[in-house]
């Protein structure tokens, strides 16, 4: 079936036959290079072991990729139903291994899917990537086994999930990856790789979730994520004039640092003493 599949029609011009185009309200940005879907695809782990989610698969070509290097299923979540005669055509020659789910991603539900683990791995939608790992993220920390997620980001959102504390780009993103899972950029993928061409560079992100890690967050995410906000919200002001009424001393700390100067296991610490 791997033949069925490479013999396919190139993306575009199954795109001219079916009169389909990216729509902005949806963030799409298709990606046509080959090369550049099949790295994202092998970088997936274990892509012939376990399932694949991909959200947004558009005109399918990094589908085309999951399938062409090995995927045992490839579940693809789509909004655009203009997407259908594309998707339905690879699905065909897919021999089983791909499913197309339409309906809001930030709304399906991936555990009905009935996987006992799976990873994830997309050229996500601009517009709502940010919103997406966040949720992924809380679903990890309740228990569902994703056991990758391999995305791809404008390169400002990915550089925000590895930052560091201290560093520009340090910030809420950083401290929930940081937290929960071990994460880094592989690769930049150019704006003319892109149909239509975005503004800005992208990057793929590979995030791997860390038991060790999850276990020390416990029951402490939804306190962490009000305290990041609280005092990522006024970044330049120190903490001890955002949050007043807390014993600055009791974490090893004067209030005079800024939210950038705490690393992710220093936030932890507070979240775990701090109510808000």
Not at 11 to 34: I, P, T, W, Y
Not at 193 to 208: G, L, N, Y
């Amino acid at each position: 079936m791997m033949d069925e599949i490479a013999n396919l029609p190139p993306v575009s011009q199954m795109m001219r036959e079916c009169e389909m185009l990216a729509k902005k309200q949806f963030g799409q940005n298709f990606l046509f290079d080959l090369n550049l879907t099949g790295r994202i695809a092998r970088a997936v782990p274990n892509i012939e072991k376990i399932p694949v989610v991909e959200v947004g698969p558009g005109p399918a070509g990094l589908t085309r990729a999951l399938l062409l290097a090995g995927a045992k299923t490839v579940v693809a979540v789509e909004m655009d139903k203009t997407a259908a005669p594309i998707l339905s055509r690879v699905a065909a020659a897919a021999d089983g291994r791909l499913t197309v789910v339409y309906g809001d991603a930030l709304k399906t539900d991936f555990s009905k899917f009935g996987f006992e683990k799976y990873a994830i791995c997309s050229n996500l939608p601009y517009n709502v990537g940010t919103e997406l790992l966040i949720q992924w993220i809380h679903k990890i920390v309740d228990g569902e086994k994703i056991e990758s997620m391999t995305l791809m980001f404008q390169r400002e959102v990915a550089e925000r999930i590895i930052a560091r504390a201290a560093d520009d780009a340090y910030g809420r993103l950083a401290v929930l990856v940081g937290l929960t899972a071990d994460a880094k950029i592989l690769f930049n993928v150019p704006r003319t790789a892109f149909t239509p061409a975005p503004k800005v560079t992208s990057a793929v992100v590979q995030i791997i979730p860390n038991a060790d890690k999850i276990k020390s967050l416990g029951k402490n995410l939804a306190n962490l994520e009000k305290i990041t906000a609280k005092l990522f919200g006024m970044r330049r002001k120190m903490i001890r004039g955002i949050m007043p009424d807390v014993d600055w001393s009791a974490f090893g700390l004067t209030g005079t640092e800024r939210a950038e100067n705490l690393t992710p296991e220093k936030f932890l610490e507070i979240a775990k003493k701090v109510l808000i």
